[in-house]
């Protein structure tokens, strides 16, 4: 019973782990170029961000009505018009197209993971050589599909060969052999791999619902990806090769992911995980504050309780992970203690 629990445990994380690999490139990539242009423009959004708060203020303060409902207006008017700005800076630094290709490799890897109920397995983000990836590959019962994602904003068809598709069918031929390679398989056997481009957007255009072969290379809209991939039906690699070409491509992941580490130079944080990590110390913060000061309704237990909590926020503050909300957990207990304090001084 317990091997059987430890077993479906750790083919989720496996399942976690491989999910969160599939468009981490473009997510950085947008992250890195919305980082820069708020750096470059930043004078100008504080600018702008006071304009937006100063009246929201303003109108909590000194606008007529209850003061509930002056609170509701001035929190809309703020959290409105900073949104916007978030947003308006994503489109004018140019990271949206970036945000559509992680979420694109995201809706081909949710498909993807249907299969792994017949029998299939599939890794993303996978590096054989050079800078690039190839973004999705799926073994399975069919064999080998060597995966390119793609998203378009405007028109394209897809079934034929033109100045949209062809990069996109030349990379997939190259993945495909970067792959086969990588297995030992050669191209005179035969064996069962084959290239497919899934296109994503809403002006992606294709005659038919099935998959349309360009060459050597198979094409699909990806509105008709999950029924494609439910009419597989080939017997062509048995479970132990499943497993084992599953194998050589997790041992490639984590090969290549060793080198990069040991390679890359340490990132500088960005805006954004600054204010994450800043908005992740305050809710910590917060949670260690009220839930001290509702301990108060034990009376002198309190303490005991309180003592609980700090003892097992510092054990839990030993995992690197939770450090940083550890300490604010801490901040937020720590801030409790002058009304305690008052709270005794009144009762005296």
């Not at 054990?315 to 690197?320: D, G």
């Amino acid at each position: 019973m317990w091997g059987r629990v430890t077993d479906a445990f750790r083919a989720w994380s496996e399942r976690r782990q491989t999910a969160a690999r599939a468009g981490a490139v473009s997510q950085q990539f947008a992250a890195r170029r919305l980082d820069r242009f708020v750096r470059a423009n930043a004078r100008a959004l504080v600018v702008v961000s006071l304009f937006v708060l100063i009246p929201a203020v303003g109108l909590y303060l000194l606008g007529p009505g209850e003061p509930t409902f002056r609170a509701l207006v001035a929190g809309i008017i703020a959290g409105a018009g900073l949104t916007f700005g978030y947003h308006w800076c994503v489109i004018a630094s140019g990271a949206s197209a970036s945000s559509m290709g992680q979420a694109a490799e995201q809706w081909t890897d949710a498909e993807l993971r249907r299969l792994h109920r017949r029998g299939w397995k599939h890794v993303n983000r996978l590096v054989i050589k050079g800078p690039g990836d190839i973004d999705h590959v799926a073994v399975g019962p069919d064999g080998v599909l060597v995966i390119e994602t793609k998203w378009r904003g405007g028109d394209v068809v897809i079934d034929s060969e033109n100045e949209w598709t062809r990069s996109a069918l030349a990379q997939a031929r190259r993945n495909r052999d970067e792959v086969r390679r990588l297995l030992n398989w050669r191209e005179r056997d035969g064996r069962p791999i084959e290239a497919l481009v899934v296109w994503w957007g809403p002006e992606v255009k294709q005659s038919s619902k099935v998959a349309e072969r360009i060459g050597d290379v198979n094409v699909i809209a990806g509105e008709h990806l999950r029924a494609e991939l439910a009419a597989l039906s080939d017997r062509r690699l048995i479970a132990d090769e499943v497993d084992e070409v599953h194998r050589q491509l997790v041992q490639r992941i984590e090969t290549r992911d060793g080198w990069e580490a040991s390679q890359a130079a340490p990132e500088m944080p960005t805006l954004a995980d600054h204010a994450r990590r800043l908005l992740e110390g305050i809710a910590a913060a917060g949670t260690g504050f009220f839930a001290a000061v509702f301990s108060f309704r034990l009376g002198w237990w309190s303490l005991a309780a309180i003592a609980a909590a700090v003892v097992l926020t510092l054990w839990v503050r030993r995992a690197p992970l939770w450090r940083s909300r550890a300490n604010w957990f801490l901040v937020g207990i720590a801030g409790v203690v002058p009304v305690f304090v008052a709270l005794l001084a009144l009762a005296s």
